[in-house]
């Protein structure tokens, strides 16, 4: 049974097996199968992995990764290090003491993040497994998992990615962590501005040179790792004795006093996954890496484990230096308040203070370098407009077009939403459709492996255990409901003025959005005027490719599937840079073919 299979253990597969007898049609090394409706291509990377089976509308896979290879086990580790300790560690454990009423249930629900945050890894190996050489992480396996209607998910998937995919909370808590160190107190434009600057010299870092951006990433998150360090061996110095600490070991007595609510346990798990949120950011780059599925796997674990010991530890270190009612009362960061108690001295809170600026900006790096690569997926599925623009890595060698569209976006949330209401609404309308998708992620799994089996496809490199992917599947449910349960005060008691669930309702509006979009733009418009959407591969001077959806008039649909094969290339194997097929996204008709 599946349920006993190793969740981390490889299976060792032979490219023979890839030819499926009595499903595949061979042709110069390629495959495809057929299972009713859905076509499935054979494709195989350059970054030595295992060829994969992928539905035939997914983006094609790039045989030579345009970004190059340059993603070692080093880089794997600081690449979701550096995503996950941000500013979570030091400043989320008041609200979760706050949350959960005790230290002990405190200390549960940072190991229960460990747990949700492997179930979840475990899913993601799964998914690379089958799809080892793309790209993009949850863009490549929702795309797979729901591949009919054709480009749905895609579409709304895309939207919710590249619309919503600001950094502004993060670039503002590393303004407000740069004035501390000096002690100002800033207006709310000198802060914006800062923030700016701030983001503007991420974004520099990054777009130049893929290699180097990495090297500036992986040196920050060892910074980071060397301050948890520091905070985890001086909190185990406090409850040794002999500081300045009164009574270390008060805390820890009579541990689970204390009361929680619905509400507050809720709002403690949805801060513990965001200070784990990260552990899955070197899927972003899995074509970028040689071998990635053992790589990942065993570096991505590393990594994992290293931050939730160094969270346990740090949070032990916040339990033995500051009383519970002084942590759970505090507006102040935790760190802030342990390394008072334990230094008392104001120049060791602005090295603190310091230390925090440095590890948001390390963050902004890391979701810069995993969040271009997501949105570059996208542009290559062919469903937003102008492919060229997401897919070129021209003339750095970097994912130019997403960098230049993240950091646009980002700078609008920042400059523009009051402070407030309207910045904390747009900040939370993030998260439900992220949970939507969530859910979907996790049952598709079970989706792949059902169609695999029907197809008589071989057995992935990795496959999870069934009771993680229950337990995810769970996870996300219950953070899916748990939003509409309203808040200890009333339903006016949120972080905004008004209803709690705007944000819920609102992002509930925007999946619909997409839906109704999707059916105009490939059902309804096209029935009207006489036209279907067709994709097409498109082929850049830097070796990029990329989907492009075109309007192929009705008479002309026989010609164009007898000349292109299900992919979108055309029969003779030329990939154009040029079409004579007009763009799905021009407003002129298309002229015949």
């Known amino acids: ?128 497994a089958y799809f080892p050489n793309r790209s993009g992480s949850e863009v490549v396996y929702l795309e797979q998992a729901f591949p009919r209607p054709r480009w749905f998910f895609p579409t709304a998937f895309a939207f919710q990615s590249v619309v919503l995919s600001f950094s502004s909370g993060n670039s503002i808590v590393l303004a407000t962590y740069l004035f501390r160190i000096s002690g100002y107190t800033p207006t709310a434009w000198q802060l914006k501005g800062v923030a700016v600057a701030g983001y503007t010299v991420a974004l520099l870092v990054v777009v130049f040179h893929t290699r180097t951006s990495y090297y500036i990433s992986n040196s920050i998150g060892a910074v980071k790792l060397l301050t948890l360090t520091f905070i985890a061996i001086t909190g185990l110095v406090v409850l040794g004795g002999n500081t300045r600490v009164p009574d270390p070991h008060a805390n820890f007595t009579n541990a689970f006093e204390g009361k929680a609510t619905p509400y507050g346990i809720t709002n403690a798990l949805y801060k513990i996954i965001f200070s784990y949120a990260g552990f899955e950011n070197a899927f972003n780059v899995v074509n970028e890496v040689k071998n990635p599925i053992k790589q990942i796997k065993r570096n991505g674990t590393i ?6 010991v160094l969270y346990i530890l740090a949070n032990v270190a916040y339990f033995a230096a500051v009383p519970k009612k002084d942590l759970a009362a505090s507006s102040q960061i935790a760190a802030g308040l342990f390394f008072t108690n334990v230094f008392g001295d104001s120049g060791a809170v602005r090295g603190l203070n310091f230390l925090i600026a440095l590890s948001s900006f390390g963050n902004l790096l890391a979701v810069f370098l995993g969040q271009s690569r997501l949105i570059r997926e996208c542009g290559r599925q062919g469903v937003l407009p102008w492919p060229r623009f997401w897919a070129s890595t021209r003339p750095f060698g970097t994912p130019l077009g997403p960098y230049l569209f993240k950091w646009a976006i980002t700078v609008i949330m920042i400059l523009a939403p009051p402070a407030g209401d309207v910045f904390n609404f747009i900040t939370d309308l993030q998260v439900y459709p992220s949970a ?34 229950i337990f995810n599947i769970l996870v996300n449910v219950f953070l899916l409901v748990m939003p509409w349960y309203p808040p200890d005060g009333g339903p006016f008691a949120g972080d905004v003025s008004f209803w709690y669930a705007t944000y ?36 850049l001077d830097d070796g990029a490719q990329s989907h492009r959806l075109v309007k192929v008039p009705v008479e002309a649909l026989a010609d164009w599937d007898a000349t292109h094969d299900v992919v979108g290339r055309e029969r003779n194997g030329a990939l154009r840079e040029g079409s004579q097929e007009v763009r799905a996204e021009d407003s002129a008709d298309a002229e015949k073919l």
């Open 436 to 469: 939507f998708f969530n859910v979907a992620m996790a049952v598709g799994i079970y989706m792949v492996r059902y169609r695999r089996k029907r197809l008589n496809l071989p057995r992935a490199e990795f496959r999870a255990w069934d009771v993680l992917m």
């Open 504 to 539: 819920v309702v609102t992002g509930i509006g925007i999946l619909v959005g997409c839906g109704v979009y999707y059916f105009l733009w490939i059902w309804a418009v096209p029935k009207l005027r006489g036209y279907r959407i067709r994709q097409e591969v498109l082929q």
């Open 1 to 128: 049974m599946s349920f006993w299979r190793r969740p981390f253990s490889s299976r060792n597969g032979d490219a023979d097996e890839w030819a499926v007898a009595g499903h595949v049609t061979a042709s110069d090394g390629e495959g495809e199968v057929s299972d009713g409706s859905l076509q499935y291509t054979r494709e195989k990377g350059g970054n030595d992995s295992l060829p994969s089976y992928q539905e035939a509308s997914g983006a094609p896979v790039e045989t030579k990764s345009p970004l190059g290879y340059d993603v070692g086990a080093v880089t794997i580790i600081f690449l979701n290090v550096s995503k996950m300790i941000g500013t979570g560690v030091y400043s989320t454990p008041s609200t979760i003491l706050k949350g959960t009423g005790s230290v002990g249930l405190s200390m549960i629900w940072w190991a229960l993040g460990f747990l949700t945050s492997i179930a979840s890894l475990a899913m993601y190996l799964e998914y690379a």
């Open 303 to 308: 990594a994992l484990l290293i931050v939730t």
